[in-house]
Each structure stands twice: as structure tokens, then as C-alpha cells.
């Protein structure tokens, strides 16, 4: 059998008949894709055809030349002027003698093929992995005008400057030139870098060949290894050689990583091992991504990421070519193995890269495909506080703060193309909600927001300073949403009144407001309408509210209108619709207001006791107030506070009048106060529907639970709250409890005896 193999490659030569001028030429046929390991060579029986191959087999002999930099050669009536390509008949694609070596390589200029006449078609693409042999006689004309144009139009299809780099990467991986040369070589392929910077496969494997170059020098220099830094915004998806060896050095010595080589080992990983997957955090954001790695890494690893090295890791130094048939390795000299970078442990490098990204994220968004936005307010405001401040965002700040204090009414449109940039909406909701976060960055907040339940803006917004913000979005606590229905339902009567602010005062006192959230509401009053909320809007806005929760907040708006200190017919409907909203009626209504003005005129008509550290040594001790305890003779009443009581009730009445009309009935209308009124009002003090509940209990000392509820409903009052407002009475009036609370509920009877009154 061997000697039947040696026959075949020691037969005679015969002439090579692919290169006559008679070769029919054809469509390109499809690239190969991937290494020719696969085929089989048929050796067929007769001796004819075995001699035939031979023959061929033996006549393909290199005969191509390398042009250097400096010659110029004419093809086809094209002139290339700086040389730097193959030319000849056969050239051979595998230099290191694999199965490829009767292919011809894909670099060479082959003179003998046919080449199409005319003006060339610059939109004709090779497709991948192009071979000059194989491509058609019109894109061999496309690639010969390039080539004689300068090598430097962008506008080709990228297989034109690959096939041109097809012969650079032989002539310095396969042919090893002069140095003089070499240098020459190399900046070549940095040129072209630098010219297609926009393709990445082509930075990838232009990259590859100046690292590997570099390798080819450093092998039996190692302090030259050691000072060889990588250039993170050119890394590839791959780990080039020279990376490999420097990690693994590394590792081997035990030698810590700094930034530069950790970051660039942790993003030249395979994406299957580290999880690391392409992602937009990583390209759109790749400067800043880079920049807080660097930052975060100070932190973490201040003195370096130790990469720890395993015994059975070898790395295999293989440099990847553009071409598909090119192959080359490299062997340290003194080093018996060296550990392989992909096959150590990165476990704590992913995850800081891991929360990088998701910190870049928003930015990476925002930024746009081709960094379009990049210097936008929107993109700066996104970044990281770690990255500080930059000058559009201080630009920004500048601006707010020149703005009129505490509040300051700015257009839509000056705001939103200061946040956004020209040409860009901003009246969506994810706009306002954008801007909201943007101003928080700043320590600044806006009305509406529709973050805080506002709705979306309007022409206007109001913007004002917020404190200790600390570049994040100040939350808001439950009393703020209810302080802000309340302004919502009678903000506007309020602001007719010129009354508003005095209601924000009340509401923040009564509801522990924080300075932002009464900011905040401030701002909302101003934005209010003229015309007051409709019905139907308030039950839409209650809705979301506990039903519990329903009449406190209606209580404490009804308080708080009378806090302000005027109530008028508008401040009236407005009470009457929230009101509505909560499913009560008017009656409850005119009992809190009536309660609430029973309170403010007996805290206002108490003596106010004052003493001086001074008094307690000379003249006489100011008296302090009677005491509400029983006399011997029954309860006293003090005639003036009821007096009080009932010119406050009459004002309530002349101002629900207009509106009541139809219910004029069933408002008690008091008369004015005389020494009379004892005999003509049993209750005096109590509410008019209190009053009337307590009538019908009195009938009987004790109720069942179920049967005082039944009552109280029949009147229109919640019973807990008629309950506590009949106890609070008798607490004012005798000092003691009238009804004790329970199941049956007992009525001190003893207490209403003495009551004034009573005998009617």
C-alpha cells in the first residue's frame, strides 16, 4: 500500500491545465465555510487517470510574488502604486501543508483570470470568506479599481478591504518579513482599522493580527509581555494571545490583576462561562462601563484581583485568522505549561461586571444605537452618582437655581427639551415620569408628577427645591395622598378665598406633613383649577380608599375648611360632593361642621391663665376655672358658651340656607340666647341628630347592641360616631359617661334627672 502512494507522488510533471487561457469562467460558487478536514481524495483505478493526477499534483508549485510597500504593479490595466499584494498563478492557501495546499490562496491576484471591461459595480458583495479565484470576472474588476483608487473607500462592501487583508495577514504570519518591512506592514493594518472602525469583525481580527505580531516579539521577552497593556475599548469577543499569555503569567506567579487586565480578561471570555452575554450596557455604554469598573474595582480590589491558577489548565497558543486556511502557534521557550485564562475562576470579577451593567442600564437606554444622545441632560442624569457630575448636568442645575423661589412656574416646552434635547416630546407619561427622576437627581421636584398619583402635565409645571434628596426620588408617605384629595376636593373654594395656603398650613399641621410632602402640595394648589371637581371624579379618586378611611378624610376636610377661618357657598358644595363621594350624607355633614364650630367657640371662650415666677411672692393668684363638677343644686351651665355656640350655629345656618332650601325642615333653626332656652331645648349643646337619638333612647335604660344600631341608621348616623359624639356631650356637661358602650348598652338615667330640662 505504501509503496502504491509513493508511486503516485513521484511521477512525472505534467503541464497544469487550470491556468490555460481556454478556463471557462462561471458564477462564483458558494465560500467554504470552516476547515477542509473532511475531504476525501478519490484515487481512482487505471493508470491513466493516476497519472494524470499526479501530474497535477506535482505542477502546483508556488510561483507568486510578494509586492512590497514601496513597488507598483500593473493588473489588467490597473495600477497599484504601494504594492502590499500577492500576484502570480498559484499561491498556496495552507503554508503549513495541510490538506489544503492544492487550494489557492485567497489573497492572490491571479493575472490569468478573466476580468470583466466596463465601470465597476460598486455594490457587488463577496459574501464571507472571499477568495479571488472564486469570485466573478465583474467583482474582480470592483476589487482591482479599489485597489488602485487607495485602498481607502468605505463605501465598498466590506469583502473588498477583507480580501486586501487577506494578504497582509499571510505576509506577516506566514512569510515573516524584514523588520523595516513589518513596521510598514503594521501600519497598514492600523490604517485600515482606524478606516472601518465601524465593522466589527473587522476591528476584531485586525486587532488579533497586531496582537499576535506583537507576541511573535515578546516571546523571548517576557519584561515586554509584562509592559504590553490591552486596549479595552478595541477588545473582541475573544481572548487575543497576547492577553492569554499575560494572564497566564499571572496566574502562574501568583501575581495580582490590575484593572486594566482583569476587566479585559472578564470581557474577552466566552459569554457561555462567565453568563456575560452581549448586551447594550456593554456597547452603547462601553466608555462608561469602563470607567465605573474602574471605580468599583479600586473599591473592591485594592490591591488587585488574584486570579488563582489549577494544575491541569494548559493554555494552546493558536492564533485565529481572518482567512479560513491560515494557522499559526506559538511556543514559550522555558516554560513547560501555561495556564489557560478561560478555564480560572472569575467568579467574583462577574459579579461586579454584573452590577455595573445593571447600573448602566437606564444610561445604555437612553444613549441611543450610534451614541446619538450621549450629551443629553436625559443620558447624564442616568448615570451613576460614582461617575460624578458632568458640565450638562451642572448647566442644568444652574439653570434651576436661577429660577424664581419656592415655586417657579416654567412652559412644558423650555423644560422638556432641557431634559430630553430638541425635537424630543415630552408630554407622555414615561416623560414626566423621566423628568420627575431627572429633577430628583438635582434635588429639584415638579407638579404635576404623575410619580407622586398627579396627573400628566399640562403647558405649565411647577418646579421647586427639595432638600436632602441625595440624587434619589423622595417617597411619600400615606397622609401626603390624603392631604391631597382633601386639596383636591376644596382646594379650589379654598383658593377663590385667597384662603389656599392657610388650608396647606392646616393640613401639614394636622397631618405631620414633611417640608417636600407640603412643597409638594403647594405646588398642587397652584395648579388647581377655578371650577371644583365634579361628583364623579371624587368617587372615581375615593374608590381606591379604604371605606373606613372614606369618612375620617371627610371629617378632617370639613375641619380643616372651618381651621381657614371662612366658609362660603362654594367651600359648601365642595364639603357636599366629597361628601357624596364617601356615601354620606348632608346631615352628617352639618353635625361635623356644627361639632367642629362647638369646639373652636369653647376652646375660644376659656380663660387664659397666666402666672409670672414673680406672683408667687406678691399680690394675689389669678383664680383658676370653675369646676364642672356637680353643685349641690345640679349642673351649671355656663349660658355664655352656649351663647357662642348658637351664634356660631346661626352663621352655619345662613350660609347653608341657599342651599338647603328644600331640606329647610329639617334644620333646626335655634333661637337666640336667652334665659329661657333651658325650658325650650332638653340637649343643649348636642348636635340636632344626636339630640334626636338620644330622645328615643332614653325611653328605656338599656338597648341591645343591635337595636341602638338599628336606631341610629334610622336617623342617618354611623352609630360609633353618634356613640362617642353623645359621651363627649355628657362629658362636657356632667363630667361623666352617659352611655357605657357594650352589649346590652346601659343609659345612666341618674345623670339626665338632673339635667336642665329634664322635667319637660
Same mark, same amino acid.
Request: include cysteine.
Given at each position: ?23 471557462? +469562467? ?132 466590506? %469583502? ?27 501600519? +497598514? ?444 343644686? %345640679? ?73 341602638? +344600631? ?5 336617623? %342617618? ?44
Amino acid at each position: 500500500m505504501f509503496s502504491w502512494i509513493k508511486r503516485i507522488f513521484s511521477a512525472p510533471e505534467i503541464s497544469d491545465t487550470t491556468n490555460k487561457e481556454t478556463r471557462k +469562467e462561471t458564477i462564483a460558487s458558494p465560500p467554504t465555510y470552516g476547515l477542509s478536514f473532511n475531504a476525501q481524495h478519490v484515487f481512482p483505478n487505471d493508470e491513466e487517470s493516476l497519472e494524470r493526477y499526479r501530474q497535477s499534483r506535482i505542477h502546483k508549485k508556488d510561483d507568486a510574488r510578494w509586492v512590497c510597500p514601496s513597488e507598483k504593479v500593473t493588473i489588467h490595466g490597473f495600477e497599484i502604486t504601494d504594492g502590499m499584494v500577492y500576484v502570480g498563478n498559484f499561491l498556496t492557501a495552507a503554508p503549513d501543508g495541510d490538506w489544503n495546499i492544492d487550494t489557492p490562496a485567497p489573497c492572490l491576484i491571479r493575472p490569468s483570470l478573466k476580468v470583466a471591461s466596463g465601470a465597476p459595480q460598486t455594490n457587488l458583495d463577496l459574501g464571507y470568506w472571499p477568495s479571488y479565484t472564486d469570485i466573478t470576472p465583474n467583482q474582480r474588476l470592483t476589487y482591482l479599481h479599489w485597489l488602485a483608487s487607495g485602498k481607502s473607500d468605505t463605501s465598498y462592501p466590506m %469583502g473588498y478591504p477583507f480580501l486586501y487583508f487577506y494578504g497582509l495577514e499571510r505576509r506577516l504570519v506566514a512569510d515573516s518579513p524584514p523588520i523595516d518591512e513589518e513596521a510598514l506592514l503594521v501600519a +497598514e493594518v492600523e490604517r485600515l482599522r482606524s478606516l472601518f472602525r465601524k465593522n466589527g469583525s473587522f476591528v476584531n481580527y485586525s486587532t488579533e493580527l497586531l496582537n499576535f505580531i506583537e507576541m511573535k516579539h515578546a516571546v523571548t521577552d517576557i519584561p515586554r509581555v509584562e509592559a504590553w497593556k490591552p486596549e479595552l475599548a478595541a477588545l473582541g469577543d475573544h481572548m487575543s494571545p497576547l492577553l492569554q499569555v499575560k494572564l497566564g503569567l499571572h496566574a502562574l506567579r501568583g501575581m495580582p490583576l490590575d484593572v486594566d487586565l482583569a476587566m479585559a480578561g472578564i470581557l474577552s471570555l466566552p459569554p457561555h462561562l462567565t453568563g456575560l452575554w452581549p448586551r447594550i450596557t456593554t456597547t452603547r455604554a462601553r466608555p462608561e462601563f469602563i470607567e465605573l469598573m474602574r471605580h468599583r474595582f479600586t473599591q473592591k480590589f485594592p490591591h488587585g484581583f488574584r486570579l488563582r491558577d489549577k494544575k491541569e489548565s494548559r493554555l494552546d497558543l493558536n492564533y485565529r485568522s481572518a482567512s479560513q486556511y491560515l494557522h499559526s502557534s506559538i511556543k514559550f521557550e522555558g516554560i513547560d505549561r501555561l495556564p489557560d485564562p478561560a478555564q480560572l475562576t472569575w467568579t467574583k470579577m462577574i459579579k461586579l461586571c454584573e452590577g455595573a451593567r445593571e447600573d448602566l442600564s437606564a444610561f445604555a437606554k437612553v444613549v441611543g444605537k450610534e451614541r446619538e444622545h450621549a450629551d443629553s441632560m436625559a443620558a447624564a442624569l442616568m448615570l451613576p452618582a460614582e461617575l460624578g457630575e458632568r458640565e450638562t448636568v451642572r448647566s442644568f442645575r444652574a439653570w434651576l437655581d436661577d429660577l424664581p423661589q419656592p415655586l417657579a412656574d416654567v412652559p412644558l416646552e423650555e423644560l422638556g427639551p432641557r431634559c430630553f434635547g430638541s425635537g424630543k416630546a415630552a408630554s407622555g407619561l414615561r416623560q414626566a415620569r423621566d423628568m420627575s427622576a431627572m429633577l430628583a437627581r438635582v434635588g429639584y421636584g415638579m407638579e404635576p408628577d404623575p410619580t407622586y398619583g398627579g396627573t400628566k402635565p399640562g403647558e405649565n409645571i411647577i418646579l421647586f427645591r427639595i432638600s436632602n434628596t441625595q440624587g434619589q426620588l423622595t417617597p411619600v408617605g400615606a397622609d401626603f395622598r390624603t392631604a391631597a384629595l382633601i386639596m383636591t376636593a376644596i382646594g379650589p373654594a379654598a383658593k377663590a378665598l385667597t384662603l389656599g395656603q392657610k388650608l396647606v398650613d392646616a393640613l401639614t399641621t394636622r397631618l405631620q406633613l414633611t417640608p417636600h410632602e407640603t412643597k409638594r402640595l403647594t405646588a398642587r394648589l397652584r395648579l388647581l383649577p377655578e371650577r371644583l371637581p365634579t361628583l364623579g371624579r371624587l368617587k372615581t379618586i375615593v374608590e381606591s380608599i379604604e371605606p373606613e378611611q372614606q369618612t375620617t378624610i371627610a371629617s378632617l376636610a370639613a375641619s380643616a375648611a372651618l381651621t381657614i377661618g371662612e366658609t362660603d357657598q362654594n367651600m359648601m358644595v365642595a364639603l357636599e360632593r366629597l361628601y357624596e363621594a364617601v356615601g354620606h350624607g348632608r346631615r352628617e355633614l352639618y353635625t361635623v361642621l356644627h361639632q367642629s364650630n362647638a369646639a373652636a367657640a369653647s376652646c375660644a371662650s376659656e380663660p387664659i391663665v397666666i402666672e409670672d415666677g414673680k406672683s408667687r411672692r406678691r399680690g394675689h393668684r389669678i383664680p383658676a376655672p370653675p369646676s364642672k363638677a356637680k353643685s349641690q343644686e %345640679g349642673i351649671v351651665i355656663d349660658m355664655s358658651k352656649v351663647g357662642v355656640i348658637l351664634r356660631e350655629t346661626k352663621e352655619v345656618e345662613e350660609i347653608l340656607a341657599p342651599i338647603y332650601e328644600d331640606e329647610a325642615a329639617e334644620i333646626p333653626v335655634p333661637a337666640a340666647a336667652t334665659p329661657t332656652l333651658e325650658r325650650e331645648m332638653r340637649f343643649v349643646g348636642l348636635g340636632h341628630d344626636q339630640a334626636r337619638l338620644l330622645e328615643a333612647l332614653v325611653n328605656q335604660p338599656e338597648w341591645t347592641r343591635s337595636g341602638f +344600631e338599628a336606631k341610629a341608621r334610622e336617623l %342617618g348616623l354611623m352609630p360609633d360616631g353618634a356613640l362617642e359624639a353623645i359621651n363627649e356631650w355628657a362629658y362636657d356637661t356632667f363630667d361623666e359617661e352617659l352611655i357605657v358602650d357594650g352589649d346590652p348598652l346601659i343609659i345612666n338615667m341618674a345623670l339626665l334627672a338632673d339635667a336642665p330640662g329634664a322635667a319637660s
